[in-house]
């Protein structure tokens, strides 16, 4: 099949897509008529952009090579990631610009995309320079030839994707009016619905894989466990775990979040029964009746002052049964942007570890990506993710 000479580079930016561009000459096959940037901004939203990405479909074509520059794409994570890239490797041979991939029996982790590429799937060759060039390895090629890989692939996906993807009109109305209530009062855009829709569904798969799998260790992915989301936001994460059978209490501060959202979620995927939410600050924990199997802070534990957070982290313990959980997951401030918003509440490591111990007997860190276990010594120097035991 005949193939342009054209270029694709997916960035962050139009500086980083010049960058990478220029760093890939050295191992590009031949000189190209046509360069195409897709950049992961604000505008990469836009469906309509010919320019730009949407987290639900791919731009069309097939181009020589593809070039994915650092960190890109970064939200985009777990099972669709893997299908994205697959299909992008039907097309072109993939050139992803990462750190010395880390290689384990169950697969190679890409650091730079935090993408652990399963053998079965890809093939995976170092080049110099940094550079990784990522193809279909040959059982998924045969089942790409048949029109089955990009199935098999999102058979992955949390229903809640599924669900999105066919109501984005009115998750972005429904965010846009509840954003008037409680972020500066003032109404967001339909771009801003969209990169929180993206932001919501990357912690439903990663959040959402890492806790079933976690559940399935502790016996109880089966049988139904009591889950309370401290912070839940609008609820997608308790909605994905209610899907799978379990019993979620969601606590948000937001009332708005609730209101126009996560009502609406719930009721619309038929698991109202099985998802509660609360609108209140963490302390309205000590009107939970517990025990719950797991009491999760993903992204929410820095906002409660620190001088509160040994005695809500005691509460918690307090509320967990005897086999329970506590997860807590947060950007280290070592990893974090100095501009981000809430740069200055961020914890160093070395902070929420004695938080924790002070609290409870047991506590364990995982990367959020391969999900395997770290030393805690390392802990403060990426994603954290603590699992702590009474």
Same mark, same amino acid.
């Given at each position: 099949?005949?193939?342009?000479s054209?270029i694709?580079?997916?960035?962050v930016?139009?500086e980083?897509?010049?960058?990478a561009l220029?760093?890939a000459?050295?191992?590009?096959?031949?000189?190209?008529?046509?360069v195409?940037?897709?950049?992961?901004?604000?505008?990469?939203?836009?469906?309509?952009?010919?320019?730009?990405?949407?987290?639900?479909?791919?731009?069309?074509?097939?181009?020589?090579q593809?070039?994915?520059?650092?960190?890109?794409?970064?939200?985009?994570?777990?099972?669709?990631t893997?299908?994205?890239?697959?299909?992008?490797?039907?097309?072109?041979?993939?050139?992803i610009?990462?750190l010395p991939?880390?290689r384990?029996s169950t697969?190679?982790?890409?650091?730079q995309?935090d993408?652990l590429?399963?053998?079965?799937t890809?093939?995976?060759? /170092?080049r110099s320079?940094?550079?990784t060039?990522?193809t279909l390895?040959p059982?998924a090629?045969?089942?790409?030839?048949a029109?089955?890989?990009?199935?098999?692939?999102?058979?992955?996906?949390?229903?809640?994707?599924?669900w999105?993807?066919?109501?984005?009109?009115?998750?972005r109305?429904?965010y846009?009016t509840?954003?008037?209530?409680?972020i500066?009062?003032?109404?967001?855009?339909?771009?801003?619905? /969209?990169a929180q829709?993206?932001?919501t569904?990357?912690g439903v798969?990663q959040?959402g894989?890492?806790?079933?799998?976690r559940l399935?260790?502790?016996?109880?992915?089966?049988?139904?466990?009591?889950?309370?989301?401290?912070?839940?936001?609008?609820g997608?994460?308790?909605?994905?775990?209610?899907?799978?059978?379990h019993?979620?209490?969601v606590?948000?501060?937001?009332?708005a979040k609730i209101?126009y959202?996560?009502?609406?979620?719930s009721?619309s995927?038929?698991v109202?029964e099985?998802?509660?939410?609360?609108?209140?600050?963490?302390?309205a924990? /000590?009107e939970?009746?517990?025990?719950?199997?797991?009491?999760?802070?993903?992204?929410?534990?820095l906002?409660?002052?620190r001088?509160?957070?040994?005695?809500?982290?005691?509460?918690c313990? /307090?509320?967990?049964?005897r086999?329970?959980?506590?997860?807590?997951?947060?950007t280290?401030k070592?990893?974090?942007?100095?501009?981000?918003?809430?740069?200055q509440?961020?914890?160093?490591g070395e902070e929420?570890?004695?938080?924790l111990?002070?609290?409870f007997?047991?506590?364990r860190?995982?990367?959020i990506?391969s999900?395997?276990?770290i030393?805690s010594?390392?802990?403060g120097?990426?994603?954290?993710?603590a699992?702590?035991?009474?």
């Open positions: 099949m005949y193939r342009s054209s694709w580079v997916f960035a930016s139009e980083t897509a010049a960058a220029e760093a000459k050295p191992i590009l096959r031949s000189e190209w008529s046509e195409r940037r897709f950049l992961n901004g604000s505008a990469a939203l836009d469906p309509k952009s010919d320019e730009s990405l949407s987290p639900f479909s791919l731009p069309a074509g097939r181009p020589e593809i070039i994915i520059s650092s960190r890109f794409p970064f939200l985009l994570a777990s099972p669709f893997l299908a994205w890239l697959a299909e992008l490797a039907q097309r072109a041979e993939l050139l610009a990462n991939p880390q384990s697969g190679v982790c890409l650091a995309t993408l590429a399963e053998p079965e890809f093939a995976l060759e /170092d320079a940094g550079w060039a990522v390895a059982t090629r045969k089942a790409a030839d029109g089955m890989l990009e199935c098999d692939l999102r058979k992955r996906f949390p229903t809640t994707w599924h999105f993807s066919k109501n984005i009109d009115e998750f109305s429904r846009v509840a954003s008037a209530s409680y500066d009062k003032c109404r967001l855009s339909p771009q801003a619905a /969209d829709l993206i932001y569904l990357h798969l959040k894989l890492f806790l079933q799998r399935e260790d502790m016996g109880i992915a089966r049988t139904g466990a009591r889950i309370l989301d401290m912070g839940g936001g609008y997608a994460l308790a909605v994905e775990m209610a899907l799978l059978g019993h979620c209490t606590l948000e501060l937001e009332q209101k959202v996560g009502s609406w979620l009721e995927l038929g109202r099985l998802v509660r939410f609360r609108s209140g600050a963490f302390r924990i /000590d939970e009746p517990g025990p719950f199997d797991v009491i999760c802070f993903f992204g929410a534990l906002y409660e002052d001088p509160n957070l040994p005695g809500l982290l005691t509460k313990r /307090d509320r967990l049964t086999n329970g959980r506590l997860f807590v997951h947060e280290p070592v990893r974090a942007k100095p501009d981000a918003r809430d740069y509440r961020q914890f160093e929420l570890d004695g938080l111990r002070g609290a007997s047991d506590v860190y995982f990367s990506f999900m395997t276990e030393d010594a390392k802990a120097e990426t994603l954290l993710l699992e702590a035991r009474p």
